[in-house]
């Protein structure tokens, strides 16, 4: 701005008459530049003022007719009416517009319309708002020129946060990886000592295990060949029977049994404090624990079982079923669909009698038949739903193998299979039957094998009893209350038959006994 003005000046004092250019000069060599300064600034001023009223003056003469274009005469003029002081430089205020002199008398006057007074601009305004738009326009390209460099260390922040998080879950991801790796190695290093180490107890007790279970047997299958693992199997088996329960010899053990009841009245009563009939036991082993309930009549036991059978239809949990049918408790029944341990209980498997009634199962196939007769008399063994049927079996159910029958305990080779959850019915001479769970796959309880079953069978005087449907299956209720839990790591499995116990009978101790033809 400071040149512009020099330039200006410059340019006046060269338009000035040779005595006022050498007498400015001349008083302003003894002036500080400040004051220099300000006399050039000021000179400019009244230079540019001169011209825009001058301008704006002959537009505005033009306009009223006051000019002739063709003659080039003019009416007004710009007249200064003072001199230049020592002390004051020039006073545009006063200027002033006043008639030209040498226009003649008689020239004719033109109409001409009121006109606007001229406004005069003020130059240090004008300036001023020069310098305003300009610092405004400065100002919004500084705020752009701030806006592109927040934009860009947003851009290059985004980037290195997503090379930063890229690399964290690679890491991660490496870790986990890793990990898994070492534990799937180790898993698989432990099986491997597991089956082909030197213990071969321990195999035979894993194996047989995981091979029992829905899902569990491509553990064995990771290490083990197929003739390995039926090798195996093989030497940890329990063996068929080739007789069926004998109905007649437990009727006369139940006769017998009757006919001594008022002598065991005493330790009946203190087996059974509350006399609702049942007895509970806790059993246990090196490995496992489970609950035994004794139901001293057995015409409360009945298989229960829900009303339609459907292969992507759901079963009912034990407690559901044993509130279907207003039963006190129970404990799991038979065997159902179960495809990888995913099953819903919609569909049973072998043979299903309730009520009387076959609901599950062909007259003339064979099944593996475990339930009570009208009698009251439990049946395990091999035979025709027919046969069963014809011998008066009013509910029953199919899974196996048989535990004990007509007193005689099955073979079995090994542990006689492997740890798992079970299930059991049997019966005594007294007529009595027993159910037996044995909690498995828990930390507290690995798992009862074919043997254990046996064991605690004998040992509570079962002269008949079958293996049932176990795993994650296994459950008992008595009295709204969950005496074993399932071992599904899911919701109480759902299942499609249960044996539970109905309410006890009127009458008391008397009609808790064996009633038999």
């Avoid at 003659?71 to 008639?99: A, F, M, Q």
């Avoid at 001409?112 to 100002?139: L, M, N």
């Avoid at 239809?313 to 279907?324: C, H, P, Q, S, V």
């Avoid at 005594?428 to 769970?437: K, M, P, S, T």
Wanted: aromatic share 4%.
């Amino acid at each position: 701005m400071e040149s512009d003005n020099l330039a200006k000046f410059r340019k006046i004092v060269a338009e000035l008459p040779a005595e006022k250019r050498e007498e400015l000069l001349g008083r302003m060599k003894g002036m500080s530049r400040e004051e220099a300064m300000k006399v050039v600034e000021r000179m400019v001023e009244i230079s540019e003022q001169r011209k825009i009223e001058i301008t704006a003056t002959k537009k505005v003469l033009a306009a009223s007719g006051r000019v002739s274009e063709e003659s080039g005469r003019v009416d007004y003029e710009v007249r200064e009416p003072r001199t230049w002081t020592e002390n004051r430089p020039h006073d545009d205020r006063k200027l002033e517009i006043v008639r030209n002199p040498q226009v003649r008398k008689n020239a004719p006057q033109a109409s001409r319309p009121a006109q606007r007074p001229i406004k005069k601009a003020e130059p240090a305004v004008a300036r001023a708002g020069r310098d305003q738009v300009a610092r405004q326009i400065e100002q919004r390209e500084r705020e752009q020129a701030e806006a592109q460099i927040r934009r860009e260390k947003n851009i290059a922040l985004a980037k290195k946060a997503g090379k930063f998080t890229l690399k964290c879950f690679g890491r991660l991801l490496g870790t986990v990886v890793a990990t898994l790796v070492i534990v799937l190695a180790g898993f698989y290093t432990f099986l491997g000592i597991i089956m082909k180490g030197p213990s071969a107890h321990l195999r035979d007790q894993f194996v047989p295990s995981v091979m029992e279970s829905s899902a569990g047997g491509i553990l064995a299958k990771m290490i083990l060949s197929d003739e390995e693992i039926d090798s195996i199997m093989n030497s940890n088996t329990t063996h068929e029977f080739d007789e069926i329960t004998n109905t007649t010899l437990v009727n006369a053990m139940a006769a017998q049994q009757n006919a001594n009841a008022n002598a065991d009245t005493a330790v009946v009563n203190e087996l059974d404090p509350d006399g609702d009939g049942i007895e509970v036991h806790d059993i246990s082993g090196p490995m496992y624990h489970g609950k035994m309930l004794v139901i001293y009549d057995p015409s409360r036991i009945m298989v229960a079982t829900i009303d339609n059978y459907n292969h992507n239809g759901a079963g009912l949990t034990l407690k559901e079923l044993i509130e279907k049918y207003g039963g006190v408790g129970g404990i799991n029944g038979g065997q159902y669909e179960d495809t990888n341990g995913m099953g819903i209980g919609g569909w049973p498997e072998g043979i299903v009698i309730s009520e009387g009634q076959l609901r599950m199962g062909n007259p003339g196939s064979t099944y593996e038949v475990y339930g009570m007769t009208n009698d009251n008399v439990l049946v395990v063994g091999r035979m025709t739903a027919q046969y069963a049927l014809d011998i008066g079996v009013r509910d029953a159910v199919s899974f196996g193998p048989e535990l004990i029958v007509n007193g005689v305990a099955a073979n079995y080779s090994g542990c006689g299979g492997g740890l798992n959850p079970r299930s059991a019915i049997g019966q005594r001479e007294d007529g009595a039957i027993l159910l037996l769970v044995i909690e498995g796959r828990k930390t507290s309880s690995m798992g009862a094998t074919m043997a254990d079953l046996i064991d605690i069978m004998l040992e509570y005087g079962a002269v008949n009893a079958a293996n049932l449907d176990g795993g994650m299956s296994s459950a008992m209720w008595l009295n709204d209350e969950e005496l074993v839990s399932s071992s599904s790591i899911r919701v109480s499995r759902q299942m499609p038959t249960a044996f539970i116990i109905l309410p006890q009978k009127d009458g008391g101790a008397a009609d808790q006994q064996v009633s038999v033809n």
